[in-house]
């Protein structure tokens, strides 16, 4: 059975500094990877995705994440972040062999402090 | 543009009544989803259809309800047999797989019993 761990329910860093943000999955077949990020009241935006190809994938906000299948891991980092990163980040799996099956983390509440 | 549509963003709800959440997509998306979130907490799957007059139930679906009459639109029913339905609801719509199967949201609806 697939799932996803996301390691930090919270996360607090000072405005500038860098974060990342972790998570592990466990499946026996090939998956694609999603980070969502969800400001208070509203749904979940897509951040990056992972599906093939290079391991580094960079998306919005200047957000980053690399795929590591040895270790099963897509870590979420950003080197700079802002107060407007105050936000809960959740990661996000799709197996190949069943894709309509979508599984969340728990999620990781990050804050930023000025 | 195109995307999710959530409807009503807030919703009362007395005891004893069913109510019913509408949630529209213009992304030519054949898998729908309906999701609860709690606040604070992650997202858990109530029902998702991954075609037209068909669904399955999630983890969740005891004292939900769902139709699937139209490709584009996928309502939720909170009936009186959910004994605590306050709570953020997101729906989300998930591309083909040979476009990457990624999951788009809606903006929620907060329903709350009084």
């Known amino acids: 059975a697939q799932s996803v761990t996301q390691l930090d329910s919270q996360v607090p860093v000072f405005e500038e500094a860098p974060v990342e943000l972790r998570c592990n999955y466990s499946s026996s077949v090939s998956v694609y990877l999603f980070w969502y990020v969800q400001y208070p009241n509203q749904g979940l935006q897509l951040l990056l995705k992972y599906l093939s190809g290079s391991t580094l994938v960079k998306g919005i906000n200047g957000f980053e994440a690399e795929f590591n299948k040895s270790q099963t891991s897509f870590h979420l980092r950003k080197p700079s972040v802002h107060i407007s990163d105050t936000a809960e980040y959740f990661c996000?799996?799709?197996?190949?062999?069943?894709?309509?099956?979508?599984?969340f983390g728990s999620g990781t509440r990050l804050s930023i402090r000025p | 543009d195109g995307g999710i549509t959530q409807s009503p963003k807030y919703l009362f709800r007395k005891e004893g009544q069913n109510v019913t959440l509408s949630c529209e997509q213009n992304l030519n998306h054949d898998a729908m989803y309906w999701y609860r979130q709690d606040p604070g907490q992650g997202l858990r799957l109530i029902y998702y259809s991954q075609i037209v007059n068909d669904f399955q139930k999630g983890d969740i679906a005891e004292g939900y309800s769902v139709s699937r009459e139209k490709k584009e639109s996928f309502p939720l029913t909170v009936t009186s047999a959910q004994k605590n339905p306050t709570a953020f609801y997101l729906c989300a719509s998930r591309q083909g797989e040979d476009s990457g199967n990624t999951i788009y949201f809606g903006e929620g609806s907060w329903l709350t019993v009084v």
């Open positions: 996000a799996v799709i197996s190949y062999s069943s894709a309509s099956k979508i599984i």
